[in-house]
């Protein structure tokens, strides 16, 4: 059974920064595609970065790619999010999702369709 399970969102002012984590278990990470997805109020999930399964490319929504990086730690089986230079209205519930379609899979990152494992979500606040 796959379970993913987020950590490190919060209150943050500003300008700060803040590094989420999703450990996966039930998968071997370094087989499989990742993504990071975020829900604001009110709003549909939109996506925000992604990483093939073999690391050579990353991508990232234009409102957070110069200040937002994901990465991946194979030994602990963990995706990251590092998020810096946070402004309010990175405000929002995030979330990681491991790919569908089976390791080694190419997908297109930004469709949450393409996901078919996702954790329970953490929230971030940013106060101006």
């Known amino acids: 059974q796959v379970q993913l399970v987020e950590s490190g969102g919060g209150l943050v002012q500003a300008g700060g920064s803040l590094r989420l984590s999703c450990v996966v278990s039930?998968?071997?990470?370094?087989?499989?595609?990742m993504g990071w997805f975020r829900q604001r109020p009110g709003k549909e999930r939109e996506f925000v970065a992604h990483r093939t399964w073999n690391g050579q490319t990353t991508y990232y929504a234009d409102s957070v790619k110069g200040r937002f990086t994901i990465s991946v730690d194979n030994a602990k089986n963990t995706v990251y999010l590092q998020m810096n230079s946070l402004i309010p209205e990175d405000t929002a519930t995030y979330y990681c999702?491991?790919?569908?379609?089976?390791?080694?899979?190419?997908?297109?990152?930004?469709?949450?369709?393409?996901?078919?494992?996702w954790g329970q979500g953490t929230q971030v606040t940013v106060s101006s």
């Open positions: 039930g998968r071997t990470l370094s087989r499989y595609a």
């Open positions: 999702a491991l790919a569908g379609g089976g390791p080694r899979t190419v997908i297109d990152g930004r469709m949450p369709r393409n996901y078919d494992s």
